[in-house]
């Protein structure tokens, strides 16, 4: 599975992205797929994920109510909505795919993921 995100850029404190990451390959067997983002000098961390299954979503707590992942009905795109940036929102965007069953508490995980994107870049100045 080979995964390209797209739709980083920059914008302004209160602004809007749409990310994309569209997934090519043997994709039937996705189970969820995931964003995460990485800022400099920090770990990467879990932003939200979306269950293929059962079309669950999950979102880290500092972004809920603000973005929102979401699916095409071809099931090869994943998106990320996100409204409201912050400047703390600034990193380089990773979606990521698991192709076997797991719990749904493990999502957090980047240990969880099979597949990975090259990552996409959002700035959002003050």
């Known amino acids: 599975v080979q995964l390209q995100a797209s739709g980083g850029g920059l914008v302004q404190a209160g602004g809007s992205l749409r990310l994309s990451c569209t997934a090519s390959g043997p994709t039937a067997s996705t189970y969820a797929m995931g964003w995460f983002r990485q800022a400099p000098g920090k770990e990467r961390e879990f932003v939200a994920a979306f269950s293929w299954r059962s079309g669950s979503t999950y979102y880290a707590d500092s972004v809920k109510g603000r973005f929102t992942i979401s699916r095409d009905n071809a099931k090869t795109t994943v998106f990320l909505q996100m409204n409201s940036l912050k400047p703390e929102d600034t990193a380089v965007y990773f979606c990521?795919?698991?192709?076997?069953?797991?719990?749904?508490?493990?999502?957090?995980?980047?240990?969880?993921?099979?597949?990975w994107g090259q990552g996409t870049l959002v700035t959002v100045s003050s």
């Open positions: 990521a795919a698991r192709s076997r069953p797991t719990y749904s508490h493990n999502y957090y995980l980047t240990t969880v993921y099979d597949y």
